[in-house]
């Protein structure tokens, strides 16, 4: 047999993708609760870790008020819903966090991820697979100053986690292939469906995404239309949410952040100029759902 031959398949045989037996989600809010909720859903021992003590306790109350949910809905047994809540740690103490994965779901600031993922360096193994949910930041630019940057990649859930199936695989520079194999395979095993992207400003999702958000708002900043009236003809037209219902599901805080990271990432074009008005919606702490009210009142 060819050497070289024999030597890849020696690999293989050495260096199977092995399955993901505990992950840990860093993050307690609505995304890393999600993430965390899917994953021990899909059978996966999973460790949600925040630091404030009140945000754990959200999480896990509304962890478990899904999963009566669903019950009810005759969509899990309740023997099922205990055998999710046994897959799931909730925790407060960085020391708990030892995993094969760790997702960071945290402040979308890159000080802060990095911060995070270098403490995390120092108390798992080497081999552990540093994940980033962030939504714009450059995974390249965030796996420079962190231990061992060849394990770090982007991981992007969508909001609800619970729900929406896309997750872009993110590749940054220094990303090993293998760690991007891997986690294609835990996002299988997650029954979501795995999209692979290089490191660019908004990936994919988020890229094709801005117009949406940017031209909608400034119709309404020009008197064209109001909120209602745009997110009803968008709806009518197919999409399966308007662009203002959208922004309030998702945040107007982080919508509008990730517009700014897009937008600088670009060159400042001005057909992706970020909105005042979505900037005074920030300001005035009208971020959508999460605090009851944005563009709409809930």
Do not use: W
Request: glycine share 6%.
């Amino acid at each position: 047999m060819n050497s070289l031959l024999l030597l890849v398949i020696q690999n293989k045989q050495l260096h199977p993708l092995m399955k993901i037996q505990t992950i840990c989600v860093c993050g307690a809010g609505t995304m890393g609760s999600g993430i965390a909720q899917a994953a021990a859903q899909s059978g996966i021992y999973t460790i949600l870790f925040d630091l404030n003590e009140a945000v754990i306790q959200k999480a896990q109350s509304a962890i478990e008020k899904n999963l009566a949910s669903l019950v009810e809905k005759q969509k899990m047994t309740a023997e099922q819903k205990q055998q999710v809540l046994g897959n799931l740690l909730f925790t407060t103490d960085l020391h708990q966090c030892l995993a094969d994965v760790i997702i960071e779901a945290i402040i979308e600031k890159p000080e802060a991820k990095i911060a995070l993922f270098n403490q995390l360096a120092e108390i798992n193994h080497s081999e552990v697979i540093f994940a980033s949910n962030t939504s714009s930041l450059s995974v390249s630019q965030l796996q420079q100053q962190i231990v061992q940057p060849q394990r770090v990649a982007g991981l992007h859930f969508f909001n609800p986690a619970t729900i929406m199936k896309l997750v872009e695989v993110v590749k940054g520079r220094q990303t090993h292939e293998r760690v991007i194999q891997q986690l294609v395979s835990l996002v299988q095993q997650m029954n979501k469906v795995p999209v692979v992207c290089k490191d660019a400003p908004g990936f994919i999702v988020n890229r094709v995404a801005r117009p949406y958000y940017t031209e909608a708002l400034r119709l309404v900043e020009e008197g064209v239309a109001d909120y209602a009236t745009i997110d009803v003809l968008m709806e009518a037209s197919g999409f399966k949410m308007g662009p203002f219902k959208l922004m309030d599901l998702i945040g107007n805080d982080i919508n509008y952040a990730v517009s700014c990271s897009v937008y600088d990432q670009l060159g400042q074009p001005e057909r992706l100029k970020p909105s005042f008005l979505q900037k005074e919606k920030v300001e005035s702490g009208k971020l959508g759902r999460k605090t009851g009210e944005g563009y709409y009142k809930y």
